[in-house]
């Protein structure tokens, strides 16, 4: 079984090759061999946070591969309280938060009061991590102080292994992040593979285990901004490495599995 913990229902970036409803993000998971893909509203993240979230609602109740995170957004206070979707649909299974999009510091003291009201209600974060200089927004460091502060709370940190950028070579890891989370070694803090840098250099996935270890590794793609060939090829990425299968089956399922939380009688995906 495969989970994938971090898609996108809507267009990213309003670009029409990125583009996916519920019906094509169902299509990618079955040609890609994915059985759930963990979702958040791109209309949410980008346009209008309400909005967003109702459509992912819907959809949710529709389909049968899709679970759902409800963004929210502190510089609209407001949208604390689509949270309340969690408790209508069992199919939502946690918050997404976005502070580049959003334009707001994780550790601003405005923004550090909110989250951490919505890291009392929910149990799960995907957070967003800024992987572009010039931003900034939500460096690891400051996702680490905020899992620490919630450790019954599990942080997913997105992107975390890519992309930085400079002027003189495009891409380069984002060792100094990682190298964070493994030297404060959370238990509820997790980092998912969805990073471009996994499709163009050889050995990005193997620094990765190298520094935090399969236990907190979750297997993400980003779709549509990745198609069903290339999530298909992240997971024979993941195959390959020299780990055991039980290593390999937490990076791709167990580790996931074990920080959803669904209700209507299961606590974990079967």
Known sequence: MIIDIHAHLGNINFAPFWAADADRLEQYAAQAGVDYLCVSSARAIMYDTPEGNRELDSALRKTTKLLGYVTVNPMFPETISDLDLIDTNPKFIGAKVHPDYHGYHVASSIARDYLDKVGDRVPLILFHVSCMPGTGFADAGAILDFAERHPRTKIVMAHLAG??????YPYFPNLQGLEKVSERH?????V???????YVYPGVMERMVD????DHIVFGTDVPLQGPLQMRFATEIIQALKLSDSEKEKILFGN???IIRLRGGRDALT
């Open 211 to 214: 520094l935090i270890g399969p």
């Open 163 to 168: 992309i930085f950028q400079n002027s003189v």
């Open 186 to 190: 959370l238990d509820n803090v997790y």
């Open 256 to 258: 996931a599995n074990k």
């Open 192 to 198: 998912d593979t969805a990073h471009t840098l996994m």
